[in-house]
């Protein structure tokens, strides 16, 4: 599967998880592809992550780099030592290294409250640099992901700038959900040992006795991108750009919003070993195999005329949770439908789902957690799949669906806006339904015309075919990348 690219390009690549070793969210599932689909391509990319003790070292065997080992680090007082193993990402020539630094990274979560963060992350950008070092290796490309990793920039050009070997090295600062920044109090400045640098860090933060991570990569990376063109200018606004509207306004020429891909290798009904019958665009009448077999193990009625809403979300306020109380109750009413969600997160919006399924036993099952084999038996059994998010940087769970023909009801926001086309009777053109207001009324409006356009099968099954042929594959997406890497190497 070699992709065509003009140069072969050396990425160092930093991500505080990455798929299948550690995950809480779809950065992960992002930096495995673009490792993946990257080195494919043939480029020289290594991804650097930590080693969390939460990471099944038995099921992916590590081998220790024994050119790095108790690698010894000061940040303030404190003297910390790190060893590097690495691996490869699965289906692919990718190399990963690991920091390995039980005093750090043996904690319950990944992402903690504990009163080291700062150095847990801090230790991350540094030992990126170290281990470049220690192998000689000067990327092209340092591709950094998140808060986590946005004081490697201030690193490079600071503590590191004595070395010829990063002369040529640029970055690139992907910001995949803005509300997460990594603020800290002021005074870590000292723990990170870089006070002596307070210059390189917001005067407006520090006046004020903060720190951010993310403010602080946004302001030194070369360039920055984020997960949809939507989203990139959504960022640029008081209403979504979290209080750093104003530096992406005056960096607006240095960002790019690039669309996540899908690995369609993953999600695929044509080979979905999770699914109870694989279907694909020309055997679209086995899709219904797998609605029946999913209400039915879940306690519900089959019947091929109800349509069936799935969801797949983290229940959150971002992901527009709080529509469903008030929302659901209208549409229990007025249709028959049935709703089959799967979710866990904040505990007042699991106790308005139990609720609203004690109420609808017939309508309505919420399973709480995580199961992948289910996630994907709600991708392929649905009709329906919901998606009302008051913000969503990309989103995957939509793009999974219109591949599995299990027609998208979104927000008009970031990701979703530009993947999702709402769907028009006059010329019968469009991939799913559209709502922009994010209230209960709106998200009904939509619902209601999806609801009422599944009665007409030949049209329904017209809008499931054009979800289907839509293409946001990474093979599709990893070009905007390298163009991106390519065009700032030329600079």
């Known amino acids: 599967m070699e992709l065509k690219s003009a140069s072969k390009m050396k990425i160092g690549f930093i991500s505080s998880e990455i798929y299948p070793f550690s995950k809480t969210g779809g950065l992960a599932d992002v930096a495995f592809a673009l490792g993946k689909y990257l080195a494919i391509n043939g480029h020289d990319i290594r991804l650097i992550t930590p080693l969390y003790s939460s990471i099944d070292t038995k099921r992916y065997p590590l081998k220790r780099l024994k050119e790095i080992t108790e690698v010894n680090l000061w940040f303030g007082s404190q003297k910390y030592s790190f060893t590097v193993y690495i691996g490869l990402i699965p289906q692919s020539k990718a190399m990963i290294y690991f920091i390995h630094c039980p005093v750090l990274y043996d904690r319950g979560a990944l992402y903690t409250n504990d009163p080291d963060e700062h150095i847990r992350f801090g230790l991350l950008n540094r030992a990126a640099l170290e281990l470049c070092q220690k192998l000689q290796w000067s990327p092209d490309i340092f591709h950094l992901n998140d808060w986590q990793t946005g004081l490697l920039p201030v690193y490079l050009k600071t503590i590191y700038n004595w070395d010829r070997l990063f002369d040529q090295c640029r970055t690139v600062m992907t910001i995949h959900n803005i509300g997460y920044q990594g603020r800290f109090k002021a005074h870590v400045i000292n723990d990170l040992s870089l006070s002596e640098y307070h210059q390189w860090f917001d005067s407006s933060d520090l006046y004020h ?199 998208p009801v979104v927000r008009k926001t970031g990701g979703l806006a530009d993947t999702v086309d709402l769907y028009d009777w006059k010329t019968q053109k469009g991939t799913g339904f559209v709502f922009e207001h994010f209230s209960i009324k709106g998200m009904y409006w939509a619902l209601d015309y999806a609801i009422n356009t599944f009665k007409y099968p030949e049209i329904w099954k017209k809008i499931m075919k054009q979800a289907m042929n839509k293409d946001f594959s990474w093979q599709k997406q990893i070009k905007h990348y390298e163009n991106l890497f390519e065009s700032i190497i030329q600079e």
């Open 209 to 407: 006795g903060h720190l951010n991570f993310l403010r602080t990569g946004l302001l030194h990376a070369d360039k920055i991108t984020t997960v949809s063109e939507t989203y990139a200018r959504e960022i640029q606004t008081a209403d979504f750009g979290e209080g750093l509207q104003d530096i992406l306004q005056g960096r607006a020429q240095d960002l790019v919003g690039i669309l996540n891909g899908v690995d369609y290798e993953t999600w695929n009904p044509q080979t979905d070993p999770w699914i109870s019958k694989k279907y694909s665009i020309n055997r679209l009448k086995d899709k219904k195999e797998n609605k029946k077999f999913l209400v039915e193990r879940l306690g519900l009625s089959y019947s091929k005329n109800t349509p069936l809403i799935g969801m797949v979300t983290r229940l959150a306020g971002q992901k527009g949770i709080e529509l469903l109380d008030g929302g659901l109750q209208r549409l229990f009413a007025e249709h028959d439908v049935q709703l089959i969600i799967l979710g866990s997160g904040e505990q007042h919006f699991e106790r308005v789902l139990y609720q609203l399924q004690l109420s609808y036993p017939r309508q309505m099952v919420f399973y709480r957690g995580y199961d992948t084999e289910l996630s994907h038996q709600i991708e392929a059994g649905a009709d329906i799949f919901l998606m009302p998010s008051k913000y969503e940087p990309c989103g995957l769970n939509q793009i999974y669906s219109l591949k599995y023909g299990t027609v």
